[in-house]
């Protein structure tokens, strides 16, 4: 079982940035994908970025704006959000992959308001 824990959300006004961090449990952390997603009210969740090996892939609303890193050695992945919009307003989520199986952390909220 792999544990998976997001953190840094907050209130932000528009036009700030956040970074967001997701921890992960395992020894293989390397070997995981890993990615995230949002859910705003009323709405289904949608992927924001991924990231497997080196390579990275983003929605197009966040291109641009987002970056997904990633440090093994901290078993970490962050999303570095940049010129945050009202519409970025969301409970955002990790995942971890790992063959068939995807891991989930609780989510962290993001509030873009001024």
């Known amino acids: 079982q792999v544990q998976v824990a997001e953190s840094g959300g907050g209130l932000v006004q528009p036009g700030g940035s956040l970074r967001l961090s997701c921890a992960a449990s395992g020894s293989i952390f390397r070997a995981y994908a890993m990615g995230w997603y949002r859910q705003a009210p009323g709405k289904q969740r949608e992927l924001v970025a991924t990231?497997?090996?080196?390579?990275?892939n983003y929605a197009d609303s966040v291109k641009g704006r987002f970056t997904i890193s990633r440090d093994n050695a901290k078993n970490t992945v962050y999303l570095q959000m940049n010129s945050l919009k009202p519409e970025d307003t969301a409970d955002y989520y990790c995942?971890?992959?790992?063959?068939?199986?995807?891991?989930w952390g609780q989510g962290t909220q993001v509030t873009v308001s001024s």
């Open positions: 995942a971890a992959t790992w063959g068939t199986d995807d891991y």
């Open positions: 990231i497997r090996g080196g390579r990275t």
